[in-house]
Antibody
Framework: EGQLLESGGNLVQPGGSLRLSCAASGITFSDYGMAWVRQAQGKGLEWVSAINATGTKTYYPAPVKGRFTISRDNSKNTLYLQMNSLRVEDTALYYC????????????WGQGTMVTVSS | EIVLTQSPGTLSLSPGERATLSCRASQSVNTYLAWYQQRPGQAPRLLMYDASKRATGIPARFSGSGSGTDFTLTISSLEPEDSAVYYCQQRINSWTFGQGTKVEIK
């Protein structure tokens, strides 16, 4: 069964930047769309970005559009999330997740990487 | 944006009882609705997709139903390990999640 391992979470000041990575194993990475989902402490799940299998289409919800950029390197089986202009409200555990198919639900999740935005 | 509203907020039941969780969408999502289980300290796990299809390895006591705007997740006979927060998710227009229903086992 496939596995996803996130990294790159850290403490950063408001207005700062951070890049998260998600390394995939045990799956044919280039066959699937991927996504990032975050969860603030004690709160629910919030989808923050998605990318299709080839990397040619990306999707963002309003709260992060223009600040976050999702990308992927299929030769390295790795997903990325570049986060700029970070805000206190971006503080959360960030999960990467694999889609079951195009625009599908998420059937494999990583364990998450923590991003804390604070001065 | 499609808003998903889950009810109740918390469900407290005994082992062996039946749990019924609701998810209502602000507009039709056809059957493009999934359910996830998140146990404390763990990542979410896909339970159901396309409203009524069980994901791989999910026990038969979990079932889903509904279409359009009203959906239900049923756990026919609760086990202690079913203690978790359950989220619905739509995928007809990007993705959004409901706010979750916490299931407590007495």
């Amino acid at each position: 069964e496939g596995q996803l391992l996130e990294s790159g979470g850290n403490l950063v000041q408001p207005g700062g930047s951070l890049r998260l990575s998600c390394a995939a194993s045990g799956i044919t990475f280039s066959d699937y769309g991927m996504a990032w989902v975050r969860q603030a402490q004690g709160k629910g799940l919030e989808w923050v970005s998605a990318i299709n299998a080839t990397g040619t289409k990306t999707y963002y919800p309003a709260p992060v559009k223009g600040r976050f950029t999702i990308s992927r390197d299929n030769s390295k089986n790795t997903l990325y999330l570049q986060m700029n202009s970070l805000r206190v409200e971006d503080t959360a555990l960030y999960y990467c997740a694999k889609e079951t198919g195009h625009m599908g639900p998420f059937d494999i999740w990583g364990q998450g990487t923590m991003v804390t935005v604070s001065s | 944006e499609i808003v998903l509203t889950q009810s109740p907020g918390t469900l407290s039941l005994s082992p062996g009882e039946r749990a019924t969780l609701s998810c209502r969408a602000s507009q039709s999502v056809n059957t493009y609705l999934a359910w996830y289980q998140q146990r404390p300290g763990q990542a979410p796990r896909l339970l159901m997709y396309d409203a009524s299809k069980r994901a791989t390895g999910i026990p038969a006591r979990f079932s889903g139903s509904g279409s359009g705007t009203d959906f239900t997740l049923t756990i026919s006979s609760l086990e202690p390990e079913d203690s978790a927060v359950y989220y619905c998710q739509q995928r007809i227009n990007s993705w959004t999640f409901g706010q979750g229903t916490k299931v407590e086992i007495k």
